[in-house]
């Protein structure tokens, strides 16, 4: 199967072509970044329908979108534009094309703070801040979308995810540059939100298993590691890890949207029954693998 992978050049793309190619796909890669096959913006729908759908593909795997929640907050208009509007470019696209399966990355984030737990498909949604607003958008669009002209599409909600080419400001990596330099690490809401981390291979198996599976079309997919965790216990994951004596500095909420600690961890008995799932990386495997990672960027 050759698979269009929008998004590529991010932390997740980068994981997802890379278990992909690994696993006898053939990944055709596009990004606003250099480095992929094909660079230019899912939102200039000239772009998606003059150069993008004239490429050969039989899936898509729409990852691209701002994940950064305070630059959401701060421009929602960009934010509805690239996470919605170029939804909507890719999902006609996937349309004309006749795909043979259309894989949306919704995420957890759709769930808000969840009022019981675990978090079932079923759940509620309760966005909380314009990234959120965006995903159920893009969920709702890729309904219609099998509903309407029948794209086999599958959507996956996937909790805190860790690896190598993370974002430097994310958690995790945050909390390995802290360890490894013996530096304090601050915590917002006193690191008392709760998920359940996996690291990033783990979801490229996923979308892998979604892209062969007939069973996946018109389904929604809790995804997320097999460890419920906090935000300081995984902290104190990495200082174990890495044999720090980095000491915790508990924080206020970064906003006020953010002040209710966000408990949030799904059944994946869905995923399991449904696909079949089977994990590669447990959370100590991944952290290892991403605290190397880490040890060897310059700076």
């Known amino acids: 199967m050759k ?11 980068r994981h997802v072509v890379g278990y992909l190619a690994s696993h006898g796909f053939e990944t055709v890669t596009t990004d606003v970044s250099s480095g992929a096959d094909v660079v230019g913006s899912m939102v200039d729908a000239a ?3 003059e150069t993008l759908s004239r490429l050969d593909f039989d899936a898509v795997v729409h990852l691209a979108g701002i ?47 969840p009022t019981k737990n675990p978090v079932f498909e079923e759940s509620p949604m309760d966005p909380r801040v314009p990234y959120d607003y965006s995903k159920v ?46 530096e304090p690490i601050g915590l917002f809401n006193s690191g008392q939100d709760v998920t359940a981390p996996s690291h990033a291979e783990n979801y490229g198996r996923l979308v892998a298993v979604i892209l062969e599976k007939e069973a996946a079309v018109g ?32 924080l206020p909420p970064r906003s006020a949207a953010e002040a209710q600690p966000q408990v949030s ?24 693998r991403t605290i190397e990672w880490v040890r060897n960027q310059p700076g």
């Open 47 to 49: 772009f998606v329908r």
């Open 265 to 288: 961890y799904p059944a994946t008995a869905r995923m399991k029954k449904v696909l079949d799932y089977q994990y590669e990386l447990s959370l100590d495997e991944g952290l290892r």
């Open 3 to 13: 698979v269009l992978v929008t998004g590529s050049q991010g932390f997740v793309g």
């Open 137 to 182: 958008v893009g969920e709702n669009l890729a309904m219609s979308y099998l509903r309407t002209k029948g794209v086999p599409v599958s959507i996956t909600r996937a909790w805190l995810l860790f690896g190598e080419y993370d974002h430097p400001n994310r958690a995790v990596p945050i909390f390995i540059r802290k360890c490894l330099r013996g």
């Open 67 to 113: 994940a950064d929640l305070k630059k959401t907050m701060e421009d929602p208009y960009t934010c509805f534009q690239v996470n919605s509007f170029a939804t909507l470019n890719a999902l006609e696209m996937a349309a004309r094309k006749e795909v043979k399966r259309f894989v949306y990355a919704s995420s957890a984030n759709v769930y808000g703070v």
């Open 219 to 250: 389904k929604a997919f809790n995804f997320a590691g097999t460890e419920v965790q906090s935000i300081r216990d995984m902290a104190e994951r990495i200082k174990g890890l890495t044999r720090s004596s980095s000491e915790l500095q508990m």
